[in-house]
Nanobody
Framework: QVQLTESGGGLVQAGGSLRLSCAAS????????MGWFRQAPGKEREYVAG????????YYADFVKGRFTISRDNAKNTASLQMDSLKPEDTAVYYC????????????????WGQGTQVTVSS
């Protein structure tokens, strides 16, 4: 069992930065791949980024490549999403999730989810 708690969301102007954190409980965190998803009002949840259990491989949706960076610290049971050059269209609730598979981009394969943190980017 893994419990996930996101933090770090807030209101930022376009072009600014935010760093989201995901704290995980449980001693098996390092055995899970991690992903970040987001959901904007009236839209479906979409994949943002994924990272392998070791942190050695990272993957991004095309619309965040070069702007967002996913990372993890298995010693601290945390995953992070550094978001730079934010745009108003990045406004959404952001969720971290843990997967026992390597299918990063499909939410179906994630076993555990956090409650989400709101990110609002003003123009």
């Amino acid at each position: 069992q893994v419990q996930l708690t996101e933090s770090g969301g807030g209101l930022v102007q376009a072009g600014g930065s935010l760093r989201l954190s995901c704290a995980a409980s449980g001693r098996t965190f390092s055995s899970y791949a991690m992903g970040w998803f987001r959901q904007a009002p009236g839209k479906e949840r979409e994949y943002v980024a994924g990272i392998s259990w070791s942190g050695g491989s990272t993957y991004y949706a095309d619309f965040v490549k070069g702007r967002f960076t996913i990372s993890r610290d298995n010693a601290k049971n945390t995953a992070s999403l550094q978001m730079d050059s934010l745009k108003p269209e990045d406004t959404a609730v952001y969720y971290c999730a843990a997967s026992s598979t390597s299918r990063y981009s499909d939410s179906y394969w994630y076993n555990y989810w956090g409650q989400g943190t709101q990110v609002t980017v003003s123009s």
